[in-house]
């Protein structure tokens, strides 16, 4: 049996600021985490597709209210540059 993806020491490198802020980006990458894995069956971050974030941007966040849209467009930043991938979001 594997172990769960640990998000906390993948975004460990990244994450700075208040405590508050870690954890906020922390339980948001862990809920970007549990839909793309719903969706797609992808269940670790190196996996994960442009497409994929852009897609929970869309689809998760409808009707959600522009500053928790913009926050979990923060955390999608912090984990693209974990990735070391070049991609940019939009809200």
């Known amino acids: 049996m594997s172990k769960p993806f640990d998000m906390e020491l993948f975004l460990a490198g990244v994450l700075s600021g208040s405590h508050a802020t870690r954890q906020r980006h922390l339980r948001q990458a862990t809920l ?17 597709q442009r497409k994929h974030l852009a897609w929970f941007l869309e689809h998760c966040l409808t009707g959600r209210d522009e ?13 693209a540059r974990r990735l070391e991938t070049p991609w940019t979001f939009k809200i």
Do not use: S, V
């Open 32 to 48: 970007i985490q549990a839909e793309i894995a719903k969706r797609w069956q992808r269940k670790t971050p190196w996996a994960w």
């Open 67 to 79: 500053t928790t849209r913009y926050y979990y467009l923060l955390t999608i930043r912090l984990l």
